[in-house]
């Protein structure tokens, strides 16, 4: 769709920023694979869902802090991938939807749990499909308006709505623990940081101290890291 709107160089461009970004879900991806195992060995139905609820306010975590890190850490890490030539200061805003579209990708992930576990595949595919809809939508509808942002935009979009219709799906033959509401305002806070790091300079020595930043982000993200790796064993 960007090709045939915007050309081949926005695909180019979109496709640096979406890699950059997309970073965080594949962590997600990840350890979803690594821990389902684990998880479908809990024979009690209560405990896996305590578990699962656990384990997903403990990723929202995990990727809140690697959020905050790749998105203020965007200008250094598009400049190593990507050349000049790319005009890479208006990239930083496509890196961080795609960012953040890993928060609602990490609640799909507890409810694929809880599916996966209780032999309901079903609302698997309806989920993919609203989430291609969507997408569509967003971007057909916003591409010329707003350029490749919009392609981002749909990403987060999409996945949003994946996210509902398997939150959903769950709730029709379980009840859903809530989010604690610490985990909620931490949530709250990068969405307001990814979105606010966007606005900052990108001059040299700005570059060098947000990198610097996103390094820190490295130690409370493996903290959140092991805290869940404990939780689940």
Known sequence: VIQRVLGQAEVARYQVAFTVGNAVALVLTFTNRSWLPRLKSIVDPAQRMTVIAASRDGMYVLTGWAAIGVTIAAPALLRVFAPA?????????????????????AAAVAS????????????????????????????????QLWGINAAALGTLAALLAQAVVLRLAVGRRHVVARSAPKVLVFIGA?????????????????????????????APFALALRRLQRGID
């Open 85 to 105: 030539s790319y005009d890479l200061g208006p990239l930083v805003l496509v890196v961080a939807l795609v960012v953040l579209g890993a928060l609602p990708f």
């Open 190 to 218: 990068v969405v307001l940081v990814c979105l606010g790091s966007v606005l900052l300079p990108q001059t040299m020595s700005w570059n060098v101290l947000r990198f610097a930043v996103a390094v820190g982000c490295l």
């Open 112 to 143: 694929s749990q809880q599916l996966v576990t209780t032999r309901w595949s079903v609302p698997l595919a309806w989920g993919a499909a609203a989430a291609v809809l969507v997408k569509v939508v967003v971007t057909g509808g916003l591409l």
